[in-house]
């Protein structure tokens, strides 16, 4: 069965500064998908940035992107030039063969002015 | 595209009664998905429906739970005789199969239950 692990219960970042929130993952499969949510308090949940397991390079959304380890599954978002409204809890998922996501925890993420 | 919608956003209840909460998709997705988010934790997968088909069900889903997709729109999750367990957020989740790439699920904005 696959599992999606966040570590990290809660992380602080001061404003304009850049922030890695980790993810780790098992699967046997080889071919699957990663996402990273953003859940603002009272919110949905919006699609931050995705990554296709075949493709090498690394997503990149504005200030958004992934180190993405495919031997060590391993899937980090790092935030670039943090702002106030990145302030939110953001939840790594996986989603293989079965159209169901995994979801990890969660980490909240705040940011300080 | 006006996106997920979910009704009620919330709902309180007592214990015992019936509770149905509606999930509109985005209009040309047609796979839908119910989730299950309580405190602290991230959403857990309970049902998924292409078109009209309830294709899986989780162990979650006892048989207390039932939820359908007429004619492949919008969909209901009903839970009957309500325990207290069973508050959470319950997210609804749409996507579109067929085309080439990863298939995203967009989420619509949760049903919080209270059951006192």
């Known amino acids: 069965a696959q599992t999606v692990t966040q570590s990290q219960p809660e992380m602080s970042v001061q404003e304009a500064e850049t922030v890695t929130l980790s993810c780790t993952y098992d699967?046997?499969?080889?071919?699957?998908?990663l996402f990273w949510y953003k859940q603002p308090p009272s919110r949905q949940m919006i699609l931050v940035i995705r990554?296709?397991?075949?493709?090498?390079q690394n997503a990149t959304e504005n200030r958004f992107s992934v180190n993405f380890q495919k031997a060590a599954k391993s899937f980090s978002l790092k935030i670039s030039d943090s702002q106030l409204g990145d302030a939110a809890m953001y939840f790594c998922?996986?989603?293989?063969?079965?159209?169901?996501?995994?979801f990890g925890t969660g980490t909240r993420l705040k940011v300080l002015a | 595209d006006t996106g997920v919608s979910q009704d009620p956003r919330h709902k309180i209840t007592k214990r015992g009664q019936n509770v149905t909460f509606r999930c509109d998709p985005i209009?040309?997705?047609?796979?839908l998905y119910w989730y299950r988010q309580t405190l602290g934790q991230g959403p857990e997968f309970l049902t998924y429906?292409?078109?009209?088909?309830?294709?899986?069900k989780s162990r979650l889903l006892s048989d207390r739970f039932s939820a359908e997709r007429p004619k492949g729109s919008f969909s209901t999750l009903e839970i009957q005789r309500t325990e207290q367990g069973d508050s959470a957020m319950y997210l609804c989740?749409?996507?579109?199969?067929?085309?080439?790439?990863?298939?995203?699920?967009?989420f619509g904005p949760g049903t919080r239950l209270l059951v006192l």
């Open positions: 989740a749409s996507s579109i199969s067929g085309l080439a790439g990863v298939e995203t699920q967009y």
């Open positions: 699967t046997s499969e080889s071919d699957y998908y």
């Open positions: 990554q296709e397991a075949y493709k090498q």
């Open positions: 998922a996986f989603l293989g063969g079965t159209y169901k996501y995994i």
């Open positions: 209009s040309e997705h047609n796979r």
């Open positions: 429906f292409q078109n009209e088909a309830q294709l899986e």
